[in-house]
């Protein structure tokens, strides 16, 4: 709060100065803000029109009626409504008219008197009546002392008013006047309805209610506005605090904003300079095979069109031989002919070998990896007061790595039925994995198969398990390490690991009650999510103890898994869960805290009806099969949509298990049993 001022200090300051004009106030207007202005300034202000409904928040400051005038307060920006009335509605600031006439006592020159100039006379003022308020000439200072009814009053000289001797007697003078009765003066309050009042004021409205002087009715409305200028003043020092770390904020963000700049252009740069060493590099490789090739060609022309000359000029001489010759010429000659001619007839041309084939093959050169190579923002908010460490740190979903194009279409290899032998019950492929030589092993849920099929779809094996370790219901299926197959039995509430023959290894067991989708991450351990559970539980794989249990909390420590069906890791190690409760995708760090979401429920982008496999590629892009949307959602490796890479315009049909072959090839498995393999890069 700032320092109390004398009274003469506070005229002498800029407290009378108009916010908006910068001059002296001339008819100061008090706004609800309780910032001051002009009345004039408030009509030249920048008004704008709206309507009530727009400003339901301020209806304590809106007059009747449906279109509103509005302005915004010079010093605070808050926004006020004018008054039906105009800019001369809003209440009078009394104190600081006072305190102008007061500031004019003392400053105005060639002040006049005012009994003069009712006589038409113009003389200067010499002192000032205190309680008439009137500018007197001496002559009329003498009257006005003489006359009975003003004998009494304090007339002082003016220039003990200018030197402020007066100051505080002036202000003891002054008085409000009653704007319904012009000539009289405000002298009491009344209490019951919190207004003052002049004496006419008293004999009509107000004639039963508490009416008391000033004196008397200040004390509790002082005790009411000292008692909110504390809290304002116990407020002071936290705005201030806060000011300050605004102020810092400010400055550290304008430094962040120069340092990240820095940083751009310094790894732009940096990626200008590796890309055009990389084309100079390219270029002279180009120069050196293309030039080398050339020397070579020419070499062997300039050799061939030597020999070329060499023959047609033996031709030629033969043939003058053999036509003009005598018959003792040609047998003189016949052995060095027939030596050379038997010689030129074996000849071997010394030609090329091979051709240089040579070819530019351009690399990706998508907008997704211009950015992954350059880098991205990390771009959020976090609560204030929050420790910002380790937050740009990170497990959160992120491009890692040149993403390759990918088909506009993906190509059809090739698609078979995963039928077993001896089956009594329709196809109900729910799990799929892939073995290190490309075989591919299916879940057939319903007839409580394990199927090994190779490449091309040929059945190598099918299996059920034996006596005790018989399988009951299977849904998902991984691939360990050591190519033996780990597989979820709800019904039996365990996982089964066998070899691909179909000999039991071991029985996982006591941490399950509805076990479904099952995968592997970076360090070969067996992730398998629950969803009666709604947990994910981390097995060693070798003898299936139990790691860890990862709930899989949302950012409040809330259980937000709801119905589960799978699961997979990304390359980071990042948990991606199918959820049919909508985000339908939860992706969680190991630590099981819930790092991004995807998907609601619907039929439009972004939305799945009801979301079953998924995968995820060496690249990252991750794979999402919409079982009744049918279609598959590709997503770039930050979790965001990039296209449905298959829908029921490619034939596919309510697909369940999706995963990527060895080769790269994209694999879904369909209701009903069908496989289909597409390449997509």
């Known amino acids: 709060m700032d320092v109390e001022e004398t009274l003469a200090e506070l005229v002498e300051s800029n407290f009378l100065k108009c916010s908006s004009c910068c001059h002296d106030y001339q008819n100061p207007r008090l706004l609800p803000c309780l910032h001051s202005l002009c009345a004039e300034c408030i009509q030249k202000l920048p008004h704008q029109i709206s309507s009530q409904s727009e400003n339901q928040e301020s209806k304590e400051n809106i007059p009747n009626g449906k279109v509103l005038e509005q302005f915004a307060c010079p010093i605070c920006l808050s926004s006020i409504f004018l008054p039906d009335g105009g800019e001369s509605a809003f209440q009078s600031n009394a104190f600081l008219l006072d305190l102008c006439k007061l500031y004019k006592y003392k400053h105005d020159s060639g002040r006049h008197c005012d009994y003069c100039q009712y006589a038409g006379k113009t003389v200067d003022a010499v002192s000032l009546c205190l309680n008439c308020h009137d500018d007197m000439c001496g002559n009329c200072q003498e009257a006005h002392q003489k006359t009975k009814i003003t004998r009494t009053h304090q007339v002082v000289p003016y220039e003990q008013v200018k030197n402020g001797l007066y100051d505080h007697d002036i202000r003891q003078n002054q008085k409000l006047k009653c704007e319904e009765h012009e000539d009289s003066y405000l002298t009491s309050f009344c209490t019951d309805c919190e207004m003052l009042l002049c004496p006419e004021c008293q004999t009509s409205a107000h004639v039963s209610h508490n009416i008391v002087d000033f004196e008397n009715a200040l004390p509790k409305y002082s005790k009411q506005i000292k008692g909110l200028i504390s809290s304002i003043k116990t407020r002071l020092p936290s705005i201030q605090n806060y000011c300050e770390f605004l102020e810092k904020y400010s400055e550290n963000l304008d430094q962040t904003k120069e340092q990240l700049l820095a940083d751009t252009q310094t790894q732009a740069e940096s990626l200008h300079r590796m890309i055009d060493e990389c084309k100079d590099k390219l270029q002279q490789e180009i120069k050196e095979s293309c030039e080398a090739e050339m020397n070579q060609a020419k070499d062997k022309l300039k050799n061939l069109q030597i020999a070329s000359t060499s023959l047609h000029n033996n031709a030629h001489f033969l043939n003058q031989l053999m036509a ?23 000849m071997q041309l010394d030609g090329l070998t091979s051709k240089l084939r040579i070819g530019f093959i351009p690399g990706a050169n998508t907008e997704q990896n211009v950015q992954t190579l350059l880098g991205k923002l990390s771009n959020d908010m976090i609560p204030v007061g929050k420790s910002e460490s380790n937050q740009l740190a990170g497990s959160e979903l992120r491009i890692t790595s040149v993403l390759p194009n990918v088909k506009s279409t993906p190509e059809f290899l090739l698609s078979f039925d995963s ?139 809330n259980r937000i898994l709801v119905d589960p069906y799978y699961i997979t890791t990304t390359h980071e190690d990042n948990i991606l869960v199918t959820d049919t409760a909508a985000p339908n995708i939860k992706v969680f760090n190991m630590e099981g805290r819930l790092i991004a979401e995807y998907g609601t429920y619907g039929v439009k982008e972004q939305q799945i009806l009801q979301p079953f496999g998924i995968c995820v590629d060496d690249y990252g892009y991750i794979f999402v099969a919409d079982n009744q949307n049918h279609r598959i959602h590709l997503l770039n490796p930050d979790g965001k949509l990039n296209k449905f ?19 790269g090839f994209f694999l879904v498995s369909e209701a009903l049993g069908k496989v289909r393999l597409y390449k997509y890069l």
């Open 645 to 663: 890479l298959l829908t029921k315009s490619n034939s596919i049909w309510h697909p369940m298990a999706v995963n990527i072959s060895k080769k």
């Open 324 to 346: 003009h010759g005598k018959p003792e010429e040609v047998l003189v000659m016949h052995r060095e002919i027939t030596s050379r001619l038997t010689q030129l007839i074996k």
């Open 419 to 557: 039928e077993g032998t001896d089956e009594s019950r329709d196809i109900w492929p729910t799990g799929m994995a892939i073995t290190k030589k490309d075989n591919v092993v299916i879940v057939d849920r319903d007839n409580k198969k394990i199927k090994v099929f190779d490449s091309v779809g040929k059945l190598l094996k099918e299996f059920t398990g034996q006596n005790d370790n018989k399988i009951g219901i299977p849904f998902d299926v991984t691939v360990l390490e050591n190519d033996t197959i780990a597989l979820t039995d709800y019904e039996k509430e365990n996982v089964k690991v066998f070899t691909q023959d179909g000999n039991h290894l071991l029985t996982i067991s006591g941490f399950f009650k509805h076990p479904r989708g099952i995968t592997t991450n970076s360090k070969g351990e067996i992730l398998v999510v629950d969803c009666r559970q709604q947990r994910i539980t981390v097995h060693d794989p070798k003898n299936g103890n139990l790691i860890k249990t990862i709930d899989g909390l949302d950012k409040k420590g």
